[in-house]
């Protein structure tokens, strides 16, 4: 079997619905095994002792498995480390600046989805080669450290999720050292003070969502309007105020999602929107937006996606010519006329009218279910680029690219005796 391959370098069983737990062989394979990729599969039970072994291992995949009892800690003696997935795994335990240093190669770390608890490392942005970070749906607490390209060193940070946590205090002013970055969602947490004014300077930015976190209110910033790469802007109930005016979005034209929902910010909706041809979801509920949009929305042929009730749109409005072939979802009141008159329900039914909407409500039948938080929630952000994540969750192939993009070892090439990927041993033990 494997054990009887001493100068393995990849072994790759993911997805392979593989049970059971990890022998402690494992750790037996640490001097010449680089790359170690058992994400999606049932593996249950802690890590072995012998893993510390694995002095070797540059990229290991453990994503999605059924893991008890198992700590970050337990791959503290793995300095070889450039790549680490252990997202969803039941992972337990703290991010020390210990922690980080055992791992002076790391570039990609992804946590999330797991019970991560305590503070972030007050230098985990000094890090020296990291690039993407991704601690989301975790329990961390305290502040988002401010570290960001301090030192000599140019931050190579390309990739931050820190979405739903308890992180508090305010938005780092020094993230925008890390020119490189593309992707920023701190969305579901309770950061405060000041909303992020000056991001504007990082001109890679194709990715930002601030969304459901307690700043203080104030406009969209005008400068945001250099950030012509943008793909997806996110701030909903962030308590942003007043009108956005066309030149601060003039610049949106690759824009695919617009999420200003919940929020208080009045007038018409710019003009210039419609040149943002890409967008497939626009979110406005909650505002009190005036005028009309039907003649902004009809040009976009790409929209899925439409939420607007809760506005002060101009009566008479001719939604029929937002029925787009591509509009699945077009919500633009509430359409609850349980408590309404006779006069409210005629006019949400005149408002609503159009072979294209949903009417969503708490109460939908089953046919129709649709409702603001189920909208909302399923909204879900998407890794771009080198990631395209679905729900928030990696897949092989992404990281896979991303590595050789980035040069990151994944163990050499070598003969036939020095790399094996299995993809038949399906629902068996390791242990076989």
């Given at each position: ?121 007050p230098d985990i942005f000094g890090h020296k080669w990291l690039s993407v970070l991704d601690l989301h749906n975790n329990i961390l607490s305290g502040t988002i ?288």
């Amino acid at each position: 079997g494997v054990r009887q391959l001493p100068n393995l370098k990849i072994l790759a069983l993911h997805a392979n619905q593989l049970q059971g737990p990890l022998p402690e062989w494992i750790g037996e394979m640490g001097k010449t095994l680089a790359t170690l990729k058992l994400s999606d599969n049932e593996i249950v039970g802690p890590i072995p002792s012998s893993f510390q072994n694995m002095t070797e291992l540059k990229v290991l995949h453990l994503n999605n498995n059924n893991f008890t009892g198992i700590e970050v800690e337990d791959f503290s003696n793995l300095p070889g480390l450039e790549l680490l997935l252990a997202a969803d795994t039941g992972l337990a335990g703290q991010l020390t600046s210990d922690l980080m240093a055992s791992w002076p190669n790391l570039m990609v770390l992804d946590l999330s989805s797991n019970e991560l608890n305590g503070n972030l490392p007050p230098d985990i942005f000094g890090h020296k080669w990291l690039s993407v970070l991704d601690l989301h749906n975790n329990i961390l607490s305290g502040t988002i450290p401010n570290n960001v390209g301090t030192g000599q060193r140019i931050s190579q940070l390309r990739y931050l999720s820190l979405f739903g946590n308890n992180l508090t205090g305010s938005f780092p002013t020094n993230m925008t050292k890390a020119q490189h970055l593309y992707h920023i969602d701190v969305a579901h947490n309770s950061l405060e003070g000041s909303f992020p004014v000056n991001l504007e300077s990082l001109r890679e930015l194709r990715y930002i969502d601030l969304s459901f976190n307690e700043f203080d209110a104030g406009i969209v910033p005008a400068g945001y309007a250099s950030l012509s790469s943008l793909e997806h802007f996110a701030v909903q109930k962030t308590n942003r105020v007043g009108q956005m005016q066309n030149d601060s979005v003039a610049n949106w034209t690759k824009l695919e999602h617009l999420d200003l929902g919940d929020n208080n910010l009045n007038g018409m909706l710019p003009t210039v929107l419609s040149s943002a041809t890409k967008l497939k979801t626009v979110i406005l509920y909650r505002n009190n937006f005036t005028g009309e949009f039907s003649d902004i929305m009809k040009g976009l042929h790409q929209l899925e996606t439409l939420v607007a009730q809760n506005n002060s749109w101009i009566e008479g409005m001719n939604v029929e010519s937002l029925c787009l072939p591509t509009l699945h979802v077009f919500i633009l009141d509430n359409c609850n006329s349980e408590n309404s008159s006779s006069e409210q329900q005629e006019q949400q039914q005149l408002q609503t009218y159009c072979p294209c909407c949903y009417c969503c409500t708490p109460s939908a039948t089953s046919e129709g279910t649709c409702t603001e938080t189920q909208y909302v929630g399923n909204v879900d952000p998407v890794w771009e680029t080198q990631f395209v994540r679905e729900r928030y969750r990696s897949s092989e192939n992404d990281l896979t690219s991303f590595a050789a993009m980035n040069s990151i070892s994944v163990g050499g090439e070598g003969n036939g005796r020095e790399r094996i990927r299995i993809r038949t041993i399906r629902g068996r033990s390791l242990l076989e």
